[in-house]
């Protein structure tokens, strides 16, 4: 049968500095640059498989069909390849995540980065990581983040052409790891490409932009001289600059549970103490407590003990997306 096939894994990130709202919400040209590191151990794998008989775009998540936006979003990115590829072919899309889905883990940065990178490979088009990254983006901002790997920083740029991420120290630069106390398993009530859309509406927007990059530099130093005390409190600032545009936005958006709450207090009390550990939160209640590679096993044992912390997933820094497989495409 002919047919053009190719299957890609990319891991989610955690942002240190965070994306939160768009310049451009159709091109997703963020209003900050970004900094995160790439989560080793968790992964999305998807298959794209171009069809010359597919009368539309097909996509299947863990073997589950979906419409709406998810289709849509991953359109974006396929209709994309299509046109670099001069390829008329729908596609059928794969998609799975060795992550329980639910549980609040970005997925869509994984599988969106997953996605450009197979229906690239898929297409036989021949990529820059940069170009790969710009394409990753119109599925999921933070999916440019997903294409390079180690730690890695998105330049937001003023265009589609010159918005994407890239590798600024290895993953084998500084051992560091994510534990991730996932406190919430049910689905949030407001996605970020909505999220992003209201930001401009809180009038601390304005302030947490415009200090971006003083914040950024801090933490890009901070890892470049591997330096966890400076890394720590930036971090944690950025994620409540973030936290109080979303919560002071119009609809304001709320977050955090309890539990999320809890874990907050004990990270700080235990740097009090003189532990190497430092937290973030994404647009949802888990929270992603950092700490170096070697600290994960004692640190990711007490958030377990913590009230409302159903489960502790550890994430060490991870490599770039990639292409698994093409075997199977035939011309
Ligand atoms: O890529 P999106 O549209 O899911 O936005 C992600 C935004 C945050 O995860 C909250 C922050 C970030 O920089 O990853």
Redesign the pocket.
């Known amino acids: 049968m002919t047919e053009k096939r190719a299957t890609a894994q990319a891991h989610p ?3 240190l ?4 709202g768009n310049r451009d919400d159709y091109w ?1 040209i963020p209003a900050n640059d ?1 900094l ?1 590191f790439n989560l080793e151990g968790l992964w999305s794998r998807t298959t794209v498989i171009f069809r010359p008989q597919l009368s539309q775009d097909r996509l299947w998540l863990h073997g589950r069909e979906i419409s709406g936006t998810g289709l849509t979003r991953a359109q974006r990115v396929l209709d994309r390849v299509r046109r670099w590829a001069g390829l008329k072919w729908y596609a059928e899309v794969h998609s799975e995540n060795n992550f329980p889905t639910g549980t609040g883990i ?1 997925s ?2 994984s599988g ?1 980065a997953a996605l450009a990178v197979a229906a690239a490979a898929a297409a036989g088009l021949v990529l820059s990581e940069a170009d790969l990254s710009r394409l990753a983006r119109l599925g ?4 440019a ?1 997903s294409v390079p790997g180690g730690f890695v920083l998105w330049r937001a740029g003023q265009h589609d052409e010159d918005s994407f991420a890239y590798t600024f120290a290895a993953a084998d630069h500084w051992a560091l790891a994510d534990c991730i106390a996932v406190v919430s398993t049910q689905p949030k009530a407001v ?3 909505h ?2 859309t209201l930001a401009a509406t809180s009038p601390l927007q304005a302030a947490r932009v415009a200090d971006a990059p003083r914040r950024l530099a801090l933490v890009q130093d901070a890892i470049l001289r591997r330096d966890f005390d400076q890394l720590a409190w930036i971090v944690e600032q950025d994620a409540h600059l ?1 936290h109080a545009v979303m919560q002071t936005s119009q609809p304001p958006l709320l977050y955090w549970q309890s539990a999320s709450i809890e874990v907050m207090h004990a990270v700080r009390a235990w740097r009090a103490a003189g532990r190497a550990v430092a937290y973030t939160l ?3 209640p888990n929270v992603h407590v950092l700490c170096p590679a070697s600290l994960a096993p004692t640190v990711a044992a007490d958030l377990a003990q913590l009230p409302g912390v159903a489960e502790v997933r550890v994430a060490t820094v991870g490599g770039p997306a990639r292409v698994l497989d093409t075997s199977g495409t035939s011309a």
Do not use: E, L
């Not at 500095?17 to 939160?20: D, L, V």
């Open positions: 990130n955690i942002a500095i965070k994306y939160w997703r970004s995160s970005a869509s940065a969106f999921s901002g933070s999916a983040r996605g970020s490409s999220g992003h973030m994404d647009a949802g």
